[in-house]
């Protein structure tokens, strides 16, 4: 059985796209209907605005993986290019995180008003707690291998005895004398 790995990439990228299109797309259909339903006097301009606005970025996300991750055919039928794996680490994985909250957003402001949109907020706050944290470590890292050098060496100009020279002495070895 040729690339059945290709195959089987393929079947699942189509799978989760059309699943999330059809979350994407009942989503947002809950949201106007209870809008222009069962929340008429609440609705305003503003609350189609936000809805677009800031269900723009999940749009997009979801534009840009079915880019990706959609498999192509040939004319007779045969896997051309199986697309990238959606299910992949990293970006691609944040990208979903974002999708996912998107629709917990829109569905809160469906049920419960605008002031749901406010969740949104816990994205960008997050993303930045997170780079704070990563710039931290990176700056305790940096600062120390600035100052640290060879274990042994520091020892023998402060006059002390590394960890290596302290387990050869209770061994019965000869102390080290540098000079």
């Not at 796209?17 to 305003?44: A, D, E, K, P, W």
């Not at 896997?79 to 299910?87: C, H, N, T």
């Not at 829109?106 to 997050?126: D, E, F, L, Q, S």
């Not at 990563?134 to 020892?155: E, F, I, P, W």
Request: glycine share 8%.
């Amino acid at each position: 059985m040729a690339q059945k790995a290709a195959k089987q990439l393929a079947a699942r990228n189509t799978t989760k796209l059309n699943q999330t299109h059809l979350i994407s797309l009942g989503n947002n259909v809950f949201f106007l209907l209870m809008r222009l339903l069962v929340y008429r006097s609440t609705y305003t301009r503003n609350t189609l605005l936000l809805w677009i606005l800031l269900s723009l970025p999940a749009w997009v996300v979801e534009f840009w993986l079915e880019q990706i991750g959609r498999p192509t055919y040939a004319e007779n039928g045969e896997l051309k290019k199986s697309g990238e794996d959606l299910e992949a680490k990293g970006l691609t994985d944040f990208m979903w995180d974002l999708i996912y909250w998107t629709w917990a957003c829109i569905t809160a402001a469906a049920m419960v008003g605008n002031k749901a949109w406010w969740m949104y907020a816990v994205v960008p706050v997050y993303s930045v707690w997170v780079a704070s944290t990563t710039v931290m470590g990176l700056r305790k890292g940096m600062a120390g291998m600035a100052g640290q050098g060879d274990d042994s060496a520091q020892a023998a100009d402060a006059g002390g005895d590394s960890k290596r020279q302290k387990k050869l002495e209770k061994r019965g070895a000869q102390k080290v004398q540098y000079r």
